[in-house]
């Protein structure tokens, strides 16, 4: 069965840091592209980031040069530090696998996990 996880949510102050994790399980890991994406409330989902072993990570322009993805494959785990927070990244994160080569494209993804909140407060 495939399954994502996803921890390390809460509340930080504006400027801040947190470092979500996303725990994959039932799928060659090393074969699938790991996205991260958000949801504010009343908002769509917007991807934050994706991974894959074979290519430089890629990041949203709301986020490029504060949030950083990195995998480890040897735990099947994903991580995305998130530097600098602002009240505007506040939302739930969720992390999604699809197919290295489908990339981290949004209505591709096959598989989800139920995701963590990020609450930042100004």
């Known amino acids: 069965e495939v399954q994502l996880v996803e921890s390390g949510g809460g509340l930080v102050q504006a400027g801040g840091s947190l470092r979500l994790s996303c725990k994959a399980s039932?799928?060659?890991?090393?074969?699938?592209?790991i996205g991260w994406f958000r949801q504010a409330p009343g908002k769509e989902r917007e991807g934050v980031s994706c991974?894959?072993?074979?290519?430089?990570?890629l990041y949203g322009d709301a986020v490029k040069g504060r949030f950083t993805t990195s995998s480890d494959n040897a735990k099947n785990t994903v991580y995305l530090q998130m530097n600098s927070l602002k009240p505007e990244d506040t939302g739930v994160y969720y992390c999604a696998a699809a197919p290295k080569q489908i990339l981290c494209s949004y209505d591709l993804m096959q598989a989800w996990g139920k995701g963590t909140l990020v609450t930042v407060s100004s």
């Open positions: 039932g799928f060659a890991f090393e074969d699938y592209a």
């Open positions: 991974i894959t072993s074979d290519e430089p990570p």
